[in-house]
């Protein structure tokens, strides 16, 4: 599957990309079919969007991994010269294939890990962008309704009971000593049509710099993804934010990543295929560990001489010892790599927790009645908000903002935790060498 076979839609999605938070951390009544729609996108962004799944992603990176298809033809260059019989020759050959296998198969895993993390960010970027959107709705409608009639005019066009320009301008020096100029902690306090500009300025500058990122990360996917050059379409991640915060067993996963990392298997495959008669793919190996390594070949008379051994098996006992060292000290590296960003994925989700209670918080104090669901853009109300109501609803949108990026750090732990596992790409069905050889008679 090529990125241009993928699922075009024209225009903007009309699908919120939120959480879904499920027991411990949150509620599990929270249903998908129930979230509210946006309104119209904005003209000025790009009409067409390739819409992909995370699992999508993650094949179509795995797919297109550069050094991963390099790697796997030339595997399949050293697979024909296998014959049918068990000759030295076709031995040597099976091995070398097996190890590039092995080879491809991390670069692969290494790129649908960097795929997806981008995937989960740009998903990040779009929601972040609707609820600048429904900030800046929100605001529009205090300035054209709340803001003209705050105050009574009077003669000329100035509010009655006005201060002179000199005395305005103290007052607001005062206002400034007191209170933060941006924010909407104290947005509620204030009631001149300056502040609220100000927020809303706040809030477009927000805007545009996710807009911006979203540019950058679509620039940085569609290559990965296997995207044309001059290809201008962006992705949408037809994602749903599931949280399923279940007990992590890390021993598991360290046992499973030991069993599937490429490196670890390849290492396995090579101790088991030392041969005495023929080092030269051993070698081979071995220089991709330190160019020093696998240099010297099987020449040492004077010393065979004088153990009575031929030098060939000298030199395999040697390469065996030299295997078994460097499988050991990787077994340790990865463990702990494991370990790690299982740590990793621990702390976000604890991080995740204090968001949304957070935001429960910000929700109740907003008077929203499904906290669990996502902001709506408010339609246009007969009655107009006050400002402690319209601080509330930004404080809100705030609180959202921050539980989505929680929610996203936790997907990208977990990515990173099944990269140091080795198992992303064997996921979308790329399989170990040892069970592509499976039926092959040799």
Same mark, same amino acid.
């Given at each position: 599957?090529?990125?241009?076979?993928?699922?075009?839609?024209?225009?903007?999605?009309?699908?919120?990309?939120?959480?879904?938070?499920?027991?411990?951390?949150?509620?599990?009544?929270?249903?998908?079919?129930?979230?509210?729609?946006?309104?119209?996108?904005?003209?000025?962004?790009?009409?067409?969007?390739?819409?992909?799944? %995370?699992?999508?992603?993650?094949?179509? @990176? =795995? $797919?297109? &991994?550069?050094?991963?298809?390099?790697?796997?033809? !030339?595997? *399949?260059?050293?697979?024909?010269?296998?014959?049918?019989?068990?000759?030295?020759?076709?031995?040597?050959?099976?091995?070398?294939?097996?190890?590039?296998?092995?080879? %491809?198969?991390?670069?692969?895993?290494? @790129? =649908? $890990?960097? &795929?997806?993390?981008?995937?989960?960010?740009?998903? !990040?970027? *779009?929601?972040?962008?609707?609820?600048?959107?429904?900030?800046?709705?929100?605001?529009?409608?205090?300035?054209?309704?709340?803001?003209?009639?705050?105050?009574?005019?009077?003669?000329?066009?100035?509010?009655?009971?006005?201060?002179?320009?000199?005395?305005?301008?103290?007052?607001?020096?005062d206002e400034k000593e007191t209170k933060p100029s941006?924010?909407?902690?104290?947005?509620?306090?204030?009631?001149?049509?300056?502040?609220?500009?100000?927020?809303?300025?706040?809030w477009q500058r927000r805007q545009e710099e996710v807009?911006?990122?979203?540019?950058?990360?679509?620039?940085?996917?569609?290559?990965?993804?296997?995207?044309?050059?001059?290809?201008?379409?962006?992705?949408?991640?037809?994602?749903?934010?599931?949280?399923?915060?279940?007990?992590?067993?890390?021993?598991?996963?360290?046992?499973?990543?030991?069993?599937?990392?490429?490196?670890?298997?390849?290492?396995?495959?090579?101790?088991?295929?030392?041969?005495?008669?023929?080092?030269?793919?051993v070698r081979s190996a071995l220089e991709q560990w330190?160019?020093?390594?696998?240099?010297?070949?099987?020449?040492?008379?004077?010393?065979?001489?004088?153990?009575?051994?031929?030098?060939?098996?000298?030199?395999?006992?040697?390469?065996?010892?030299?295997?078994?060292?460097?499988?050991?000290?990787?077994?340790?590296?990865?463990?702990?790599?494991?370990?790690?960003?299982?740590?990793?994925?621990?702390?976000?989700?604890?991080?995740?927790?204090?968001?949304?209670?957070?935001?429960?918080?910000?929700?109740?104090?907003?008077?929203?009645?499904?906290?669990?669901?996502?902001?709506?853009?408010?339609?246009?109300?007969?009655?107009?908000?006050?400002?402690?109501?319209?601080?509330?609803?930004?404080?809100?949108?705030?609180?959202?903002?921050?539980?989505?990026?929680?929610?996203?750090?936790?997907?990208?732990?977990?990515?990173?935790?099944?990269?140091?596992?080795?198992?992303?790409?064997?996921?979308?069905?790329?399989?170990?060498?040892?069970?592509?050889?499976?039926?092959?008679?040799?």
């Amino acid at each position: 599957m090529n990125l241009a076979e993928a699922r075009q839609i024209e225009g903007r999605p009309t699908q919120l990309i939120w959480p879904e938070i499920l027991d411990p951390v949150g509620d599990p009544e929270a249903s998908r079919s129930e979230q509210p729609s946006r309104q119209k996108p904005d003209k000025g962004r790009p009409p067409g969007y390739y819409v992909l799944t %995370a699992r999508q992603c993650q094949a179509l @990176a =795995a $797919a297109h &991994a550069v050094w991963g298809n390099i790697l796997d033809e !030339e595997s *399949e260059l050293a697979a024909r010269l296998v014959g049918r019989g068990r000759t030295l020759r076709a031995r040597s050959a099976a091995l070398q294939s097996d190890l590039l296998r092995y080879a %491809a198969l991390a670069e692969r895993n290494q @790129a =649908a $890990a960097g &795929a997806l993390e981008l995937f989960y960010r740009l998903a !990040e970027a *779009e929601a972040q962008w609707d609820l600048c959107q429904a900030a800046l709705h929100l605001l529009d409608q205090a300035q054209a309704k709340n803001l003209p009639d705050s105050r009574p005019k009077g003669s000329g066009g100035e509010p009655s009971g006005s201060p002179a320009p000199g005395q305005e301008a103290k007052e607001n020096k005062d206002e400034k000593e007191t209170k933060p100029s941006t924010g909407t902690a104290n947005l509620s306090e204030r009631f001149s049509s300056s502040s609220w500009q100000a927020e809303r300025r706040r809030w477009q500058r927000r805007q545009e710099e996710v807009e911006r990122e979203i540019e950058h990360i679509n620039s940085q996917l569609r290559p990965r993804l296997g995207g044309q050059v001059g290809d201008c379409r962006r992705i949408w991640p037809a994602v749903t934010l599931r949280v399923h915060p279940d007990n992590l067993d890390v021993e598991k996963a360290v046992h499973q990543g030991l069993d599937q990392r490429a490196e670890l298997r390849a290492l396995r495959r090579l101790l088991r295929s030392i041969d005495a008669n023929d080092l030269t793919a051993v070698r081979s190996a071995l220089e991709q560990w330190h160019p020093a390594l696998g240099t010297t070949p099987s020449r040492f008379p004077t010393i065979a001489q004088w153990l009575g051994t031929p030098p060939q098996h000298i030199e395999a006992a040697t390469r065996e010892e030299q295997i078994r060292f460097l499988l050991a000290r990787r077994e340790k590296e990865v463990e702990e790599q494991i370990r790690q960003t299982a740590h990793q994925v621990q702390i976000a989700l604890t991080e995740l927790a204090q968001a949304q209670q957070a935001y429960q918080a910000a929700a109740e104090a907003s008077g929203q009645k499904f906290p669990t669901k996502p902001a709506q853009l408010l339609p246009p109300s007969t009655q107009a908000a006050s400002p402690p109501q319209i601080a509330a609803q930004l404080a809100f949108y705030e609180a959202q903002a921050a539980l989505i990026h929680r929610v996203v750090a936790w997907k990208i732990a977990e990515v990173r935790l099944l990269e140091a596992m080795g198992i992303l790409a064997q996921e979308t069905g790329y399989p170990l060498p040892e069970q592509a050889w499976e039926g092959m008679q040799l």
